[in-house]
């Protein structure tokens, strides 16, 4: 009897392992072959914005900036990112926007040219401009110098003796939001003295002399920077600083500008 009672607990215990494994085993199959369950409204990864396009002049101008000027000694952090701000493609012929970031002038048309970016940011620094200056500019041409200055101050100037330039450089500079630079057309070597007197004067074509029009027009510790000397030959910038009654020159390098022109020269 006892045999036979302990072959029944063994057959009972066979069967109940054979129902776990069965259990085990269904149980495994039937999460395999669910679908995972669809995700709610919460689970739903939000759209990625849209990507804004990127200039294709950017690339070039930090270049621009890093290599050509700031490795060639301008500092100013503030003239470094005014020159970053300004996009200079806007501002030459369609024929050259391959060159549009080389370190070099290019011809706007009329005999003038859009001055080389590195010079363009030597002669700002030395202007020392802090926002609320007011600024003379010399000379709009292509308009590229006063978009550079109106990135430093709201208060810019800008006088040009063709008439051709000064309205398209007056198109561009509204074009790209320089709606506060002034513009005139009139002979620069007299300035602008209705708005005078000015914390800068800024000079981009070469007379032969410094224009006293213009020194007369500077502020006590103004600071005018103008190219001097004769035209088709290298000449001298310099940087001129009204002090009182005294007029102190600094000699700063050598450069060519296309001359200035108008009533003077005649």
Same mark, same amino acid.
């Given at each position: 009897m006892k045999l036979r009672y302990s072959s029944l607990l063994k057959w009972a215990a066979a069967l109940l392992l054979v129902i776990i494994a +069965?259990? !085990?085993?269904?149980?495994?199959? $039937?999460?395999?072959?669910?679908?995972?369950?669809?995700?709610?409204a919460t689970d739903t990864p939000p759209v990625p914005e849209a990507t804004p396009t990127a200039d294709p002049y950017g690339k070039p101008r930090e270049h621009m900036v890093e290599f050509d000027i700031g490795a060639r000694g301008v500092r100013d952090p503030d003239v470094l990112r005014a020159m970053r701000a300004v996009p200079r493609h806007e501002f030459v012929l369609p024929d050259y926007l391959n060159m549009a970031y080389a370190d070099r002038?290019?011809?706007?048309?009329?005999?003038?040219?859009?001055?080389?970016?590195?010079?363009?940011?030597a002669m700002?620094?030395?202007?020392?401009?802090?926002?609320g200056d007011r600024v003379l500019e010399v000379g709009t041409g292509s308009g590229y110098? +006063?978009? !550079?200055?109106?990135?430093?101050? $709201?208060?810019?100037?800008?006088?040009?003796?063709?008439?051709e330039l000064h309205k398209s450089s007056t198109e561009v500079l509204k074009r790209l939001g320089y709606e506060k630079v002034r513009t005139k057309h009139a002979d620069g070597y007299y300035g602008w003295e209705e708005h005078a007197p000015y914390?800068?004067?800024?000079?981009?074509?070469?007379?032969?002399?410094?224009?006293?029009?213009?020194?007369?027009?500077?502020?006590?510790?103004?600071?005018?920077v103008v190219p001097v000397g004769p035209p088709g030959w290298q000449q001298t910038l310099w940087l001129i600083e009204k002090q009182g009654e005294e007029i102190v020159s600094k000699s700063v390098m050598g450069v060519i500008f296309v001359p200035l022109t108008g009533e003077h020269t005649r």
């Amino acid at each position: 009897m006892k045999l036979r009672y302990s072959s029944l607990l063994k057959w009972a215990a066979a069967l109940l392992l054979v129902i776990i494994a +069965a259990v !085990v085993v269904l149980t495994a199959f $039937d999460v395999w072959r669910k679908e995972p369950p669809l995700p709610s409204a919460t689970d739903t990864p939000p759209v990625p914005e849209a990507t804004p396009t990127a200039d294709p002049y950017g690339k070039p101008r930090e270049h621009m900036v890093e290599f050509d000027i700031g490795a060639r000694g301008v500092r100013d952090p503030d003239v470094l990112r005014a020159m970053r701000a300004v996009p200079r493609h806007e501002f030459v012929l369609p024929d050259y926007l391959n060159m549009a970031y080389a370190d070099r002038p290019l011809p706007i048309g009329y005999g003038q040219t859009i001055s080389q970016p590195y010079i363009v940011a030597a002669m700002t620094e030395l202007l020392r401009l802090k926002r609320g200056d007011r600024v003379l500019e010399v000379g709009t041409g292509s308009g590229y110098q +006063a978009a !550079v200055l109106a990135e430093l101050t $709201d208060q810019v100037y800008s006088v040009e003796i063709i008439e051709e330039l000064h309205k398209s450089s007056t198109e561009v500079l509204k074009r790209l939001g320089y709606e506060k630079v002034r513009t005139k057309h009139a002979d620069g070597y007299y300035g602008w003295e209705e708005h005078a007197p000015y914390d800068a004067i800024i000079v981009t074509a070469a007379p032969d002399h410094i224009p006293q029009p213009l020194v007369k027009q500077l502020k006590d510790g103004g600071r005018l920077v103008v190219p001097v000397g004769p035209p088709g030959w290298q000449q001298t910038l310099w940087l001129i600083e009204k002090q009182g009654e005294e007029i102190v020159s600094k000699s700063v390098m050598g450069v060519i500008f296309v001359p200035l022109t108008g009533e003077h020269t005649r």
